[in-house]
Structures are given as C-alpha cells and as structure tokens.
C-alpha cells in the first residue's frame, strides 16, 4: 500500500540543462499511473528521481505520506523495471530472482518460496535453470518483472518495459502487465512514448512535454478532450487533423477562405479526430457539423478500416473509416463531421 505525490518537482543537471521544470502528480494507492511524451521531454529523469537514483534539484517526492527526497533508493522500497531488463548475465534465472534477496539478507526458505511462486505467476517455472541468453525476449522481460515482483514492494517503477520487443509481443506484455499490476494492487509508474501503450494501461495518464505536465487524467476524457493541440496530436493515432483558422470579416475561414460558421470566439485552430470524420457524396452535415468539399488523393486500407487522405480546405485530412473506402483516389466528395465532435484551439494551441 503506498502512494506516490510529485510537489513542483525540478531537475537541473549539470551543464545548465533543464531536464524537469516543476511537475506535480498524485499517485493513489494501487493505481498505474503511465507518464508518456515525446523523446526528452524527462520521462525518465523524473522516475530516476522518484527511485531515487537521481538527485531532485527542487520539490518534494513523498512515498506514502513521507517525503524521500534525501532517502536513498534502498530504503525506498521500490523496485524499477527498466528497458534493457538489466539481468546478470552469467546467473541463472532462479539467481537473478534471488540476487536482490539475497542482499537483503533473506533466509534461503523465504527466498525460495517467494522465487518459486513469483515464478509461478509469470509462468517461468520451467526456466529458472535456464541463464538470461537462452532465453526470448519476452521471457527475459517477464524475469525482470519476476525479479521486481519478488521483492513484493511498495511501488514498482517501469522505464519502456516492453520497447525492446515485437509489435505483437509487445500487444501480450502490455495485457500481462496490466492484469499483474491489477491482481498485486501494487502502485506503478510506468515511462513510455507509446501512446497505445499509454492509453490501455493508464489509470492515470500524464502527457508530458518539455520538462512539463501538458494534460493528467483518465485516458478516455484525455483522449475525448485534449487539454491542447499538443496532447490532440499526441493521443490517439493517426493524430487528430489540426486547421488552422483565420479570422476575416465574415468569420472565421480556413486557408483554402472555406467559412467555418460554427467556429466560437477565440478559436484559431479547428481539430477533427480522422475516426470522427466522415466522407460524404452530394449529401449535406446534420446542422451545425462540418461539411468541406474534398478530393480523395490517397487510400489505404488495413483491413479492418481504411484511411482517405483527403485535400479539403487548403489542408490535408485524413479521414478513418471501417472496412472497405467507400471512395476511391481523384473523386470528390464531402469531408463530414459531427459538431459535438470538433476541437476548437486558440492562437497558444490551448483548448477554448
Ligand atoms: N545525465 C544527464 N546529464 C545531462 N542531461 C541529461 C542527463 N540525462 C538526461 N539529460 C537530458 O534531460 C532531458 C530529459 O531526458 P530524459 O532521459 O528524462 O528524457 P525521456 O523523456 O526519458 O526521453 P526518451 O523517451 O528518449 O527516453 C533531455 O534533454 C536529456 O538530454
Ligand atoms: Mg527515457
């Protein structure tokens, strides 16, 4: 049991660079909070920081109540699970579950127990002979996690777990680690730039950029109602279409001088998510949607839906329908979208 609270936590490495520049995130107990953002944008430095393997230039960290800032990460009761899984190689699976342990000073029965039950949950119990090269990359990450686990600790910690793995291992991993995370109630931070990855696993999603917290919240009410065009571009793939508005004396235009009447005060930037968005032939929006006359220039189809790459108001937009196109490259039709389902952004990219 353990929560995680991040007050205005700063980092300044040497050399001047200002990795982290005053983030502030409340972990409940038990839940999985998932920090995503682009590369650099200090993902990482702030899970160093609440492992303690990085020293924290301002702010406060707390674990449980209890502020750990001059607490070394030992003593912090957290395990952290890291990208590259860094297992002793010359140690045998069994080893490299007990290692941490077995520094601790555990007896020999308590270990084996813990080891052979973890190992039971993640379904390594054939392997614990085995050492880490003989073994996939999906079984070496399920060790890393083992040996996180084994510790039974008050808060695990995961830096890009699974981006060393297949897209399709990746997919099973992502479910493994929710269903563990769940069934232990163990409290997680979780770094990834992912945003699938993100969105499935969150209890918590913080979108960051820049050394900042652009948006926290549930994934879906992130995803249904981003904070910025930051975050609209971030979450959700492929990305939310962005237009840019321009104000003229009959209102707001796109740059193609399309009028967008529905267009409130203030907004510069109009967003329509491609999964929002419809293509329509002859046929006029229900009142108040949008409605742009298009050319389809390009179509893929994946299966299960196929995407239109549309030039429609000046602009490029894609928009995602399931199964088959229902156009074809060169027609024009309508670019459709329901009013409830437009974005609208100020000139700071800020939602209005
Ligand atoms: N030890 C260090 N010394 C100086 N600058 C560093 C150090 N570690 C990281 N940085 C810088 O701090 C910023 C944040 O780095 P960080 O590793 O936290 O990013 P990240 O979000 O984890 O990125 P990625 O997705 O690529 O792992 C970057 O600009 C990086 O270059
Ligand atoms: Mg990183």
Redesign the pocket.
């Known amino acids: 049991m353990a929560t995680v609270d991040l007050k205005d936590v700063k980092k300044t ?3 001047n ?1 200002v ?1 982290v520049k005053g983030v502030s995130i409340a972990v409940p107990d038990g839940q999985l909070c998932v920090l995503v ?1 682009p ?7 702030l899970l160093r920081m609440i492992a303690g393997l990085e020293t924290i230039t301002d702010g406060t960290v707390s674990i449980d109540g209890k502020v750990v800032n001059t607490i070394g990460p030992a003593e912090r009761d957290i395990a952290m699970v890291f990208q590259n899984y860094a297992l002793y190689p010359h140690m045998k699976v069994y080893d490299n579950m007990a290692y941490g342990l077995r520094n601790r000073g555990m007896g020999k029965d308590e270990i084996d127990k813990r080891v052979r039950e973890t190992a039971k949950i993640l379904e390594l119990g054939a392997l614990l002979e085995r050492r880490p090269r003989e073994l996939s990359g999906g079984q070496r990450q399920r060790v890393a996690m083992g040996r996180a686990i084994v510790r039974s600790p008050k808060v695990f910690l995961f830096d ?1 777990p699974l981006s060393n793995l297949d897209a399709k291992l990746r997919g099973q991993m992502r479910v493994e680690i929710k269903n563990l995370q769940r069934t232990l109630g163990v409290t997680s931070v979780y ?1 990834t ?1 992912d945003q699938l990855e993100a969105m499935t696993l969150a209890d918590v999603l913080v979108v960051m950029n820049g050394g900042l917290v652009e948006q926290v919240g549930n994934p879906l009410d992130i995803y249904e109602k981003p904070a910025s065009t930051f975050v609209a571009s971030f979450i959700g793939a492929p990305p939310m279409n962005l237009l840019p508005l321009t104000d003229s004396a009959n209102g707001a235009t796109l740059s193609d001088g399309t009028a967008v009447p529905q267009a409130p005060k203030g907004a510069a930037i109009l967003g329509v998510r491609p999964e929002d968005a419809d293509v329509a032939v002859g046929a006029a929006a229900s009142a108040g949607g949008l409605s742009l006359p298009a050319t389809v220039e390009g179509v893929e189809p994946v299966g299960a839906e196929s995407f239109l790459y549309c030039a429609a108001g000046g602009q490029k937009i894609i928009v995602r329908v399931s199964g088959r196109s229902p156009a074809n490259p060169g027609d024009t039709l309508k670019v459709v979208a329901k009013a409830e389902k437009l974005h609208w952004f100020d000139t700071a990219g800020k939602r209005v």
């Open positions: 490495y040497a050399g660079v990795a953002g590369s650099g944008c200090g993902k990482s430095t890009e770094v730039h």
